[in-house]
């Protein structure tokens, strides 16, 4: 079921029940970005704006769901601001954990020469969690060993055969021999996806790449996913294909006006496509 509502963010929140969503994934506007289509927010007020908004977030998720935020800093008066890093920690105060961040490593970022910095290639993904112990299905996004198994597994030295205990006392250690008969590996907290070129007329549309891997890290066909920042539905066009139910809120009517009217096609489509299969004979 795909739920879509058109208002303030803070305020559609209010009427989703408690503990009601197993994962949140969304790209608010970034300080000052997105005049145009959300107003803009000043960088010195965007933590004050945004608490509101994660203080109804965190009564809506479930104990057992996560957060993903989508942001980064932008640049003032030379200098990175520091309103995601005072975000994080407003955040932890107001009953959140802080459990990870993931890299989106932007592989056809734009060119271009400033004269004290390069280009942006990467954005953060922070993960945030209401406890410890949450649902997280690992074995949903495993990858492809690659060369790194043909190359390092190829000849084991006898430290690759036995534990290799860490030399500063860590406690942490590997034993290589473990993968060696393994095809897929666990991924690494750094995601590598081009961003969306053909951005359905929003300002900051993301590949649905992005939402499907968090999707299918932290739920399950039937869980609800949630966007309180939908723009152009990116996220529920993937939870809805991932066979997961989905909720978007959007403050402008004409995004909530296209993305009900493209769901609404692809439900069509698919019951063509449902019709038609009844007629082959295998």
């Known amino acids: 079921m795909i739920t879509l509502l058109h208002g303030d963010s803070a305020a559609e929140l209010k009427g989703l029940a408690d503990n ?18 959300y107003g803009g927010v000043a960088p010195d007020e965007y933590v004050a704006w945004f608490l509101p908004i994660s203080a109804e977030l965190l009564r809506v998720l479930k104990p ?29 105060q107001q009953g959140w954990l802080w459990t990870e961040e993931f890299m989106w490593h932007k592989k056809n970022s734009y060119p271009g020469k400033w004269p004290n910095r390069f280009r942006d290639s990467w954005e953060r993904l922070l993960q945030f969690n209401k406890q410890r112990k949450f649902k997280m299905l690992q074995e949903a996004v495993m990858v492809e060993m690659g060369d790194w198994a043909k190359s390092r597994l190829r000849n084991l030295s006898k430290t690759d055969q036995e534990r290799d205990e860490s030399r500063v006392g860590s406690g942490f250690g590997k034993k290589i021999a473990n993968w060696l008969e393994r095809d897929k590996a666990y991924p690494t907290n750094v995601l590598h996806m081009a961003t969306e070129c053909s951005n359905r007329d929003h300002s900051a549309a993301f ?42 809120i959007d403050i402008h009517e004409d995004y909530i006006r296209r993305a009900h009217d493209e769901l609404l096609e692809s439900e069509r489509q698919l019951a063509l496509l449902q019709e038609r299969k009844k007629y082959v004979v295998s």
């Open 64 to 92: 057992s769901g996560t957060f993903i935020l989508n942001i980064k800093e932008r640049v003032v008066d030379g200098e990175r601001h520091t309103y995601v890093l005072e975000l994080i920690l407003a955040m932890r």
């Open 20 to 37: 009601s969503v197993d994962l949140i994934v969304t790209s608010p506007p970034y300080a000052d970005q997105r005049k145009q289509t």
């Open 207 to 248: 590949p649905e790449a992005l939402p499907e891997w968090f999707i299918k890290l932290f739920t399950e066909p039937g869980d609800t996913v949630l966007d309180p920042f939908m723009g152009s539905a990116t996220t529920l066009r993937v939870a809805k294909r991932l066979q997961r139910s989905a909720i978007g």
